[in-house]
């Protein structure tokens, strides 16, 4: 039962009176938002509303983790997808080219999934992929870059760095069906 206790009983007693919140619809429509309003309902509580001693500030820290964990999904999918672009137009080797657009088209596809059940999280994409581009940048050189030195060169001969995101996210990043074109 959904409800919420108010002070207006008699003799000072709480009354649980059904209440239904956005919440409930919040739920079933953006999971993250959910997550962050119910971690913050959960730290408003005063302690003589907090049953049988339950420790609402370890519950409300879980239940924000759970939002940062679709969070940390989300941003995952969107380096995975940078990092593979990047090496669809700039690696020299172009033969695992279809192996990289099957990579970046289940990702976009996951999270579309992840958009879906977190609108919040579609309207936070231009930042949430300017967060996660220096780590783009970081993994392509790391990785990659100790493999194919000339990749990097390519890259860096096109003006490309770690400070600016290099992909509009709409047009590029998580538009199905494109590809940047192999530099020559």
């Known amino acids: 039962m959904v409800g919420r206790f108010l002070w207006d009983g008699p003799v000072g007693l709480p009354i649980l009176q059904p209440v239904m919140p956005d919440t409930a ?12 309003d119910q971690a913050a309902r ?21 239940v924000e983790d759970m939002g940062r964990s ?9 380096r995975n ?12 080797d172009q033969q695992p080219r279809r192996h990289w ?12 999934l992840d958009f879906k059940a977190s609108p919040s999280l579609r309207a936070r994409r231009e930042e949430l992929f300017v967060d996660v ?3 783009a940048w970081r993994v392509l050189n790391d990785s990659d870059g100790l493999d194919s030195p000339e990749l990097l060169r ?11 995101p290099y992909f509009d996210v709409d047009a590029q990043l998580l538009a199905s069906g494109w590809y940047p074109p192999p530099r020559a």
């Not at 619809?25 to 962050?36: G, K, M, R, V």
């Not at 997808?81 to 020299?92: D, M, V």
């Open 42 to 62: 959960l730290r408003e509580l005063p302690p003589s509303q907090r049953p049988n001693g339950l420790d609402v500030e370890h519950l409300a820290e879980e």
């Open 81 to 92: 997808i940078a990092t593979h672009l990047l090496k669809l137009e700039f690696h020299p």
């Open 70 to 78: 679709e969070r940390k999904a989300a941003m995952s999918l969107m």
């Open 25 to 36: 619809t919040l739920y079933d429509t953006d999971w993250y938002a959910w997550t962050q």
């Open 101 to 112: 657009q099957r990579e970046v088209a289940t990702w976009r596809a996951d999270l579309e």
């Open 154 to 164: 390519c890259i860096a001969e096109a003006g490309v760095s770690a400070e600016v």
């Open 133 to 135: 581009w220096p780590q």
